[in-house]
């Protein structure tokens, strides 16, 4: 009997793959053009989880423009791409997280700001809500401080900061990404990926009962100028994720075999590069919200 499917990361772990991560964060900076959401203040002290650091890039930069006094901590469930202590800045460190099972006791409520990215091949069923719980709980609530023994002033909870691929709503033009698309939703049926939480996530994050309130939502398409860049990205994930197609499709004969897909890649990557090519990409979501109790 064969066993089942129940890989959650669908790619390698591999140099490849943080190479791919490390584009993937200069289109996001691009597209966003900061790191840490500018209504976000920074201060002395503050404490940062990166969740699902992968390679820890985005926690690195981040670390360089705070204050010596604040910490910043990369969390991922594996340490595959982290890299080598002796390239820790100061004032990062890098630590294991299963973000979707039980939070430590010793995380609650500790950090100013939680920052996630790239969660939608990891969200199943269309539920983000466990992972929307657990940050809020990682998340300091709102308190009172009394400044120079004048009135009591609200101290504003947590932070929650978010960019994602809304994979539901990709843009496809032409013969050869229409066959790709095709073949994703088929992988998606068998591994129970739903992208339509994407297209609705504050709906999620306010709908959480998590005590989490919008503060900006953007559901804002990339600049002509960030297209390729994107094209480029996610069809380097594709090529590596066929790697589990092979095990997927002995559970799920709908799928593509590996060779098939690797071969419509490839047809896909020289439609793209001919005038007026052929396109697939995905249309970004950013989203900051607050924790308010």
């Given amino acids: ?69 604040a910490r910043v901590v990369a969390y991922d469930i594996t340490d595959a791409h982290f890299p080598a202590p002796e390239y820790w800045a100061s004032n990062v460190r890098f630590d294991h997280l299963d973000s979707l099972g039980d939070i430590p006791e010793s995380l609650v409520g500790q950090f100013d700001v939680v920052h996630l990215r790239m969660w ?20 300091s609530r709102s308190s009172y401080v009394l400044p120079m023994r004048q009135n009591c002033k ?64 953007q559901y804002k398409p990339w600049s002509t100028q960030l297209i390729q860049l994107c094209m480029d990205t996610f069809l380097v994930a594709l090529e590596n994720s066929s790697a589990a197609l092979d095990r997927l499709k002995q559970v799920a004969p709908s799928v593509p075999s590996s060779d098939d897909f690797k071969n419509a890649l490839e047809t896909l990557h020289e439609e793209i590069r001919k005038p007026d090519g052929n396109q697939l990409y995905w249309l970004p979501v950013t989203l900051l919200a607050r924790k308010n109790d």
């Fill in 1 to 69: 009997m064969t066993a089942p499917f129940s890989a959650t990361y669908l790619l390698k772990r591999d140099r490849v793959e943080a190479i791919r991560l490390g584009s993937q964060h200069l289109l996001w900076q691009l597209h966003m053009k900061h790191l840490l959401h500018p209504d976000i203040a920074v201060k002395d002290d503050m404490a940062i989880a990166d969740i699902g650091a992968g390679t820890g890039i985005w926690a690195v930069e981040l670390a360089a423009q705070l204050p010596p006094s």
């Fill in 120 to 139: 939608a091949f990891i969200i199943r069923d269309n539920d983000p809500g466990p992972l929307i719980q657990n940050v809020a709980k990682m998340l």
């Fill in 154 to 217: 609200q101290k504003p909870g947590g932070y929650l900061q978010w960019e994602d691929a809304r994979f539901g709503s990709s843009v496809v033009r032409g013969d050869a990404a229409l066959q790709i698309r095709q073949m994703m939703d088929r992988m998606g049926s068998a591994t129970k990926h739903n992208f339509q939480w994407l297209d609705e996530l504050d709906q999620h994050v306010k709908g959480a009962e998590a005590g989490l309130h919008i503060v900006d939502c």
